[in-house]
Nanobody, 115 residues
Framework: QVQLVESGGGLVQPGGSLRLSCAASGIIISLSRMGWYRQVPGNERELVGVIFIGGVTNYADSVKGRFTISRDNAKNTVYLQMNSLKPEDAAVYYC?????????WGQGTQVTVSS
């Protein structure tokens, strides 16, 4: 059974940083396309960024230069480092594993950006 568990969300002031973690079980993250998405109530879930099997990353324009996706293969964990956070970054952040024929999602972690 594939399971993704996010952690690391919380309240941060504008300009601050947070690092989200996504611990995976049932899959090998280095052999999967892993992504981070976010969703604000009333809006569609949007892509934040992805890390491909080869390690290449790609980001939404809104977070490029501020957010970084990385992975620790030994821990089977994907990270989202978020710097220079803005109020508009506030959302529930979801980890995603894009597997053959299906997507698997974590439960989400709330990020609040407010002074």
């Amino acid at each position: 059974q594939v399971q993704l568990v996010e952690s690391g969300g919380g309240l941060v002031q504008p300009g601050g940083s947070l690092r989200l973690s996504c611990a995976a079980s049932g899959i090998i993250i280095s052999l999967s396309r892993m992504g981070w998405y976010r969703q604000v109530p009333g809006n569609e879930r949007e892509l934040v960024g992805v890390i491909f099997i080869g390690g290449v990353t790609n980001y939404a324009d809104s977070v490029k230069g501020r957010f970084t996706i990385s992975r620790d293969n030994a821990k089977n964990t994907v990270y989202l480092q978020m710097n220079s956070l803005k109020p508009e970054d506030a959302a529930v952040y979801y980890c995603n594993a894009n597997l053959v024929g299906r997507d698997v999602w974590g439960q989400g972690t709330q990020v609040t950006v407010s002074s």
